[in-house]
């Protein structure tokens, strides 16, 4: 099981990103995929997930509103797009699946002026 992210992204604030994750190794729609970040000195915080089999997503309370899961089926890839960013969203995105026992590398999101 592998999940590769996509590169580091610099934002300003008030923009939008979307990072991805491209999954291989297993059958993509027999797993939710979770996503989790972690911003500097800070512990893990989680955003929500998607199942990719039928699009359900359950987001974060903190997150709504601002947060969209996605999920492609047809190249087995899933993504996050955050929105209206804030100098708070820096921090390391990481996408899980397997009941969190397999994880992407991270995608280092940086909101700055």
């Known amino acids: 099981v592998q999940l590769a992210q996509s590169g580091a992204e610099l934002r300003n604030p008030g923009t939008s990103v979307k990072v991805s994750c491209k999954a291989s190794?297993?059958?993509?729609?027999?797993?939710?995929i979770y996503w989790v970040r972690q911003a500097p000195g800070q512990g893990p915080e989680g955003m929500g997930r998607?199942?990719?089999?039928?699009?359900?997503?359950n987001y974060a309370q903190k997150f709504q509103g601002r947060v969209t899961f996605t999920a492609d089926t047809s190249t087995s890839t899933a993504y996050v797009e955050l929105s209206n960013l804030r100098s708070e969203d820096t921090a390391v995105y990481y996408c899980?699946?397997?009941?969190?026992?397999?994880w992407g590398q991270g995608t280092q999101v940086t909101v700055s002026s």
């Open positions: 899980a699946t397997g009941g969190f026992a397999f």
């Open positions: 190794g297993y059958t993509f729609i027999n797993y939710y």
């Open positions: 998607i199942d990719p089999e039928d699009g359900g997503t």
